[in-house]
């Protein structure tokens, strides 16, 4: 099948119907297939959330049984006090009276390499780690550590370790450059970084460790840098300590303590609307419960799944579905280093038939990129041990929902597309396969014991098809306790919107059967990739540079990435020539050293000015309409200088 006729097929399906209901072979066999005792609980869950996390904590293994399953102090909120935890244990120690020697993790490198990891030896491996930080350094409950790492199982041990020991990770997308870092370090007060000298991308070689030296040379907070040598030849500054042999005198047992169901677990920072990332701060026992019981219902686990997530443990999902979620409930994971579409862009179906992938789970960005490179590559691999596909990280666009459903997946395969933010900790609104009938492009409904809604500007509930502000009316376990060091700051930015109700910040409408279509960000943040950045953390890095004297930035649609970064800026008049195309390169080579190449402004324009309202406000709607390539609409007339909009050509 080429690609004129899929597309075809693809939109004559669309045309047909919109909604699908999961296969009969698939229902039959599903961890959850009666569809009206679901209905039932889940109707119960929305009058009592606390009811249903409550009987759903009973499956993890407390050292102590909580007192009090909620405590709710606006907009602060606690699960299970008294309640002692340990989430490496949950993850690892309990299921290996029944199953140490089953795969936890089956780890691929771009080169072809494969290496495997059971339950059995992750648990050694993660307690001769542990035993290490806490014999060797003195880590403690309370203390907090940096990860910066490629996808390697190390990393994974790493998070285990700082968990099984009480110490607070905080993971550094290993992409991000060293003044990003820097600033996540210093705020987390990170006693110790995590690395590797070289990870592995695209055919090339990432110099990790240059990079950690970098920032570590201004975090006085840092003590020890553990570096897993890939490249034996590698030499160690002072501070620097081989992961190798800083573990192999110690134990390959050790004993897990109880924690506080409240005990952070990890800070993760994210961007936001101001220039400073946010330090979100998740707990033990709710989080742990949230990715658990998320997992096992949305992917439907089995005992003979092999699943894989796409994403980097730099990032929410692979804390939650690549990490804890999964552990938790001793299902088998794939991960692989290396771009899904190198060195060819068949690689990933390849990836899926070499290991019998049952459970595929990635990006609407991935999923685009796949259908542009053409259905060949599918088609021409099996594919057969697909039983279940699923889309996070943006609201998928429904042709690619039906490539992804057609072509991918047979026909055959459901797919959970799924809501959720770093700050949920866990997927908030997704089908439930076997149950939930799809339609192609909305999440569906709320998971059990999620209470969402959807509001207009005065915190009313919208009527059908209504389009307004989607919610959270009721706290759930895995939501964000904080942000580090500046409770105010969570309480503006999630809770001041409407009183009472917790603001995610995108745009959504729920239709008549009530299934919920997210539009995606309603305030100053990009979605690029799946990847939030904050438009303030962009303009700070280019106004940085010696020759600008302001900058705005604003996202627009891209059909590939869902938004590419569109800067606008006003340079300084320094009585040089301005040669517009080494500037834009300047620019661009700046932000990516300010912040990681992740961030690399698709477009750069130069202004003579840029709109702003007489408050000094700038007017990014007309930005907007200019990136897009659309004539300025809408009142201008609170202008400073409606005029002024001018582009620098030369």
């Not at 109880?258 to 952070?264: A, K, L, Q, V, Y």
């Not at 998971?447 to 706290?475: Q, S």
């Not at 895995?478 to 503006?492: A, D, G, V």
């Amino acid at each position: 099948m080429d690609n004129k006729t899929s597309k075809s097929s693809i939109e004559t399906v669309m045309k047909e119907t919109r909604v699908f209901s999961p296969p009969t072979e698939f229902t039959s066999q599903a961890l959850i297939k009666d569809s009206k005792s679901y209905q039932e609980l889940w109707e119960e869950s929305q009058k009592n959330p606390e009811k249903f996390w409550q009987k759903e904590a009973e499956s993890l293994h407390w050292f102590e049984k909580w007192h009090t399953t909620h405590e709710w102090k606006e907009p602060f909120s606690r699960w299970f006090l008294g309640g002692k935890i340990n989430v490496a244990y949950n993850c690892l120690d309990r299921h290996l009276p029944t199953q140490k020697d089953k795969l936890a993790y089956i780890w691929e490198g771009e080169d072809g390499s494969v290496r495997t990891l059971t339950f059995q030896q992750l648990y050694e491996e993660v307690s001769q780690l542990a035993n290490a930080l806490e014999n060797k350094l003195g880590l403690k409950p309370g203390d907090t550590a940096a990860i910066y790492m490629p996808l390697v199982p190390e990393a994974i041990i790493a998070m285990l370790a700082c968990a099984r020991i009480g110490v607070a990770h905080s993971i550094v997308f290993a992409g991000f450059s060293s003044l990003s870092l820097k600033d996540r370090v210093l705020d987390a007060d990170c006693k110790i970084i995590f690395t590797a000298d070289l990870g592995y991308r695209r055919g090339q070689t990432l110099d990790l460790k240059k990079i950690v030296r970098e920032a570590v040379a201004e975090c006085p907070s840092v003590q020890t840098t553990l570096i897993l040598r890939r490249d034996p030849t590698t030499q160690l500054s002072k501070n620097e300590i081989d992961w190798n042999t800083f573990v192999a005198d110690q134990s390959r047992t050790h004993k897990a303590q109880p924690f506080d169901s409240e005990h952070p677990l990890f800070y993760l920072y994210t961007s936001g609307t101001t220039g400073k990332p946010k330090g979100i701060v998740h707990s033990s026992g709710g989080y742990l419960l949230g990715v658990a019981t998320t997992a096992k219902w949305i992917f439907d686990l089995k005992d003979q799944d092999i699943y894989w997530c796409t994403a980097d443990i730099g990032w929410i999902t692979g804390h939650s579905y690549v990490v804890y979620g999964l552990l938790a409930n001793g299902a088998t994971s794939l991960i692989y280093e290396g771009a899904p579409m190198h060195p060819q862009a068949g690689r990933i179906w390849e990836i899926i038939d070499k290991h019998k992938v049952t459970i595929l789970y990635t990006a609407p960005t991935a999923i685009r990129a796949f259908m542009r490179a053409g259905d060949e590559y599918v088609i021409k691999h099996s594919l057969k041990s697909l039983r279940l596909l699923g889309s996070v990280g943006e609201p998928i666009n429904p042709e690619a929902w039906m490539w992804y459903h057609q072509i991918v997946g047979k026909g055959k395969c459901p797919i959970v597309d799924t809501w959720w933010q770093t700050e949920t900790g866990s997927i908030l609104i997704s089908p439930i396969p076997g149950v939930t009938p799809l339609k192609p492009g909305s999440a569906t409904r709320p998971f059990p014991g999620i209470v969402a809604d959807i509001v207009n500007e005065e915190g009313k509930t919208c009527a059908p098809n209504e389009g307004g502000y989607l919610v959270i009316r009721h706290p759930w376990p895995s939501m964000l306790r904080t942000l580090h060091k500046n409770p105010e700051r969570y309480k503006e930015g999630y809770w001041s919107r409407f009183k009472g109700l917790y603001f995610t910040g995108d745009g959504a409408h729920r239709d008549e059967q009530g299934y919920f279509w997210i539009k995606g960000r309603v305030d100053d943040v990009i979605n690029v990739s799946g990847h939030r950045l904050g438009t303030m953390e962009i303009e700070s890095a280019l106004v940085s540079h010696p020759r600008v004297a302001e900058a705005a930035v604003v996202g627009r649609p891209d059909e590939l990435k869902g938004q590419s970064i569109v800067a606008f800026v006003t340079p300084r008049d320094s009585g040089e020539k301005l040669d517009i195309k080494i500037l834009v390169q300047e620019l661009k080579a700046h932000v990516v050293n300010e912040i990681g190449a992740l961030a690399r402004p698709d477009e750069i324009k130069f202004t003579k000015t840029l709109p702003k309202t007489r408050s000094g406000k700038i007017m990014r709607r007309l930005l907007k309409d200019l990136a897009s390539g659309k004539e300025i609409s809408g009142d201008t007339t609170t202008l400073e200088n409606p005029g002024l909009i001018e582009i620098i050509e030369s």
